[in-house]
């Protein structure tokens, strides 16, 4: 039993180690917390729209492909998050709200995203996560 146990934590460890990011994620605010997209999962014309704002407002830090890999990176910390990973599809859409208007308000993360809330619109914000879902694969 105690060699389960042993494993099992030693596993858990290591999946933990994999994660692109060992930082913690922030409990979304309740003003936040019902918050639900305008967009179905499949709106091309959201999706295509969200693109245009990420190109312009994102691709810098995040890249061109969402891998975290943009122009400014190498230079933030924490580094910007990569949507491509498997954790992201984990990411509520009121958490991605969230973190988007908020900024650096959005978490205990300390990351150098500035706040969007003031720069975009509730729209524009959906749109991009819209986008940000298909470089998820999801």
């Known amino acids: 039993m105690r060699r389960l146990l042993g494993a099992a934590l030693l596993a858990a460890g290591l999946l933990a180690g994999c ?3 060992d930082h913690e994620h922030a409990e979304v605010p309740e003003h ?9 999962p499949d709106d091309a014309e959201a999706q295509a729209a969200g693109q245009a704002i990420y190109d312009a407002q994102c691709a810098t830090c995040h890249g061109v492909e969402g891998m975290g890999d943009g122009e400014l990176a190498a230079s933030l910390d924490p580094v910007p998050s990569d949507f491509t990973m498997g954790h992201a ?3 509520t859409d009121p958490y991605l ?3 988007i208007a908020d900024g650096p308000d959005g ?3 300390g990351t150098s995203m500035p706040a969007f ?5 509730e729209a524009e914000i959906w749109q991009v996560i819209a986008y940000s ?3 998820a694969g999801q």
């Open 97 to 99: 709200y969230y973190r």
């Open 117 to 121: 809330a003031d720069t975009l619109s």
């Open 19 to 21: 994660h692109s990011h």
């Open 107 to 109: 978490g205990p993360d």
């Open 133 to 135: 879902r298909t470089l």
């Open 89 to 91: 599809d984990s990411w």
């Open 32 to 40: 936040h917390a019902d918050r639900e997209s305008p967009f179905g």
